[in-house]
């Protein structure tokens, strides 16, 4: 459904005014609309494929990263996908109308706290179409309405994925303009965006370190912050080699361009002669280029000779960095200065240290022996995820449906005055 306002500003007003339409909307109603989305996005796919084969060629003859471009490929099998998890959305409990709090006072008032919808959510993400569609289903799921700002890169994908949204909320009789994008203002609709203060209630920003940073520094609008992922395991002294190394080349290998996939491996030095040969090997079979410090480049062939600014980068590629520590009081300094607070993992037998690792480390999601990738809405249980927290206000970790809600009181009386 082609978009009516001619200018970002109007685009969000509209938004706005259809988020008081979406908020009373019954759980049935919300949950057929989505049901809804997911069948126009399949009956879509060709068009969608069609447009992105466009915005990846753009890509590629642009410059655009290797993994960037992983995040912005959408074939056939990843629309599914899309598809299927908004259908998982639809399943969730309504997360509006919930009963927080209840109490009486002395004088009779009888207080209520309930969840309710935002209002509009907004959100800046760079060469992610999937986004489009999880933040687009989450907010009409949890009653809101989504505006976005999904980045130049996949403005072909993210302009047929927002038509078959449209389109499939006025067959079922809702307002389509609960879904919006200013991808086609350029920077200029992401400047007016974050300025939209009144308008849009929150913001919610996804990609590069710099652009979160933008968007944290220039928005008047409130911003829940998501981070990058330096993301760290450690290998500690009793570490067993074969879940070390299934864990390790699962965390990096799997999708090495998301946020939740490994960036730096730390090894208890009691280890590191038993665990890294084998690590090591499996990464590089895996293609994996390792940047090292001294004692892995003497322990294993191949590496790369790690600078001080591996350990503080998202490679978001085939690229990982990999160092020896003296116990885990090294470990845990090291994650204190490098860490972005997103994801750890340690890998232990050692059930005081798993403890102490798990009470320590100050990140959204601490992990003893699993793969870092299971940070994730999906895997979480929501369906999807808005993104992955890393501020301590409001949320943080992956948000779901429940994060796209705040509270009011109800208060009930019956004549009562203070005094």
């Known amino acids: 459904m082609t978009m009516t306002a001619t200018t970002a500003r109007e685009r969000m007003l509209l938004a706005k005014s259809a988020a008081r339409t979406i908020g009373l909307l019954s759980d ?41 471009l992983d ?22 409990p309504d997360p509006v109308g919930r009963v927080l709090d209840e109490r009486t006072l002395p004088n009779g008032v009888e207080l209520t706290k309930i969840s309710v919808p935002f209002g509009v959510v ?48 006025a067959a079922e009789g809702i307002d389509p303009e609960a879904i919006q994008t200013v991808d086609e203002f350029g920077r200029d609709g992401a400047r ?10 929150v913001l919610v920003p996804r990609g590069s370190a710099h652009l979160i940073e933008t968007v944290v520094t220039e928005s008047s609008v409130p911003v829940i912050e998501t981070g990058a992922g330096v993301v760290h395991i450690v290998l500690d002294e009793s570490a067993p080699l074969e879940w070390a190394r299934e864990i390790v080349v699962n965390a990096k290998v799997q999708r090495p361009s998301v946020c939740n996939a490994v960036e730096t491996v730390l090894v208890h030095r009691d280890a ?21 410090d001294d004692v892995v480049a003497g322990l294993v062939n191949g590496i790369v000779p ?34 972005t607070q997103h994801t750890e993992s340690i890998i232990t037998q050692d059930s005081a240290n ?21 940070t994730d809405g999906g895997e979480f249980g929501f369906g999807a995820e808005v993104g992955i927290s890393t501020q301590k206000l409001h949320a943080r970790g992956p948000m779901g449906l429940n994060e796209l809600t705040s509270t009011k009181w109800l208060a009930r009386g019956s004549g009562q005055v203070r005094a």
């Open 306 to 339: 790690a600078v001080e600014e591996d350990w503080a980068t998202e490679h978001m590629s085939l690229d990982i960095t990999v160092g020896v520590v003296a116990d885990l009081d090294e470990a845990l300094a090291h994650i204190r200065r490098y860490s």
């Open 71 to 92: 995040r912005l490929r959408l074939d056939a099998p990843r629309v599914a996908a899309l598809a299927a998890a908004v259908r998982d959305i639809a399943e969730l």
């Open 354 to 374: 798993a403890e102490r690792f798990l009470a320590e480390v100050d990140s959204a999601v601490v992990m003893v022996n699993t793969s870092t990738r299971f």
């Open 28 to 68: 049935h109603a919300k949950r057929d609309a989505l049901r809804s989305i997911a069948d126009a996005i399949e009956a879509a796919t060709p068009e969608i494929v069609a447009a992105n084969i466009d915005d990846l060629d753009r890509g590629r003859a642009g410059g655009l990263s290797t993994g960037l």
């Open 272 to 292: 590191a002669a038993r665990l890294l040969p084998d690590v090591i090997g499996d990464l590089q079979a895996h293609g994996v280029t390792v940047h090292g």
């Open 122 to 169: 907004g959100s800046i993400y760079e060469a992610r179409p999937n986004v489009t569609v999880d933040i687009a289903a989450l907010a009409l799921r949890s009653g809101n309405a989504a505006v976005l700002r999904g980045g130049s890169a996949a403005e072909q994908t993210n302009a047929a994925l927002v038509a078959a949204m449209r389109g499939a909320l």
């Open 192 to 201: 007016e965006l974050m300025q939209a203060r009144g308008v849009v209630d």
